[in-house]
């Protein structure tokens, strides 16, 4: 992973897979915590799939 100017590790959000929402067509990026279900996710927030 790249560092910073303060040694300090920077991630590159644009590698990181990304969806499109089914309610809102908004897309949206891999969040650390859907890691175990990404395949399974498909709305951008709980309130698109409260819809």
Known sequence: ???NA???RT???TE????TCRA?????IWRK???RVW???VYCSE???RG
């Open 33 to 35: 915590k859907w890691a």
């Open 11 to 13: 991630s590159n959000k």
């Open 6 to 8: 303060n040694g300090r």
């Open 39 to 41: 395949d399974e996710v």
């Open 47 to 49: 309130r698109c799939r």
């Open 24 to 28: 809102c067509g908004r897309p949206f």
């Open 16 to 19: 990181l897979p990304e969806k």
């Open 1 to 3: 992973m790249p560092r």
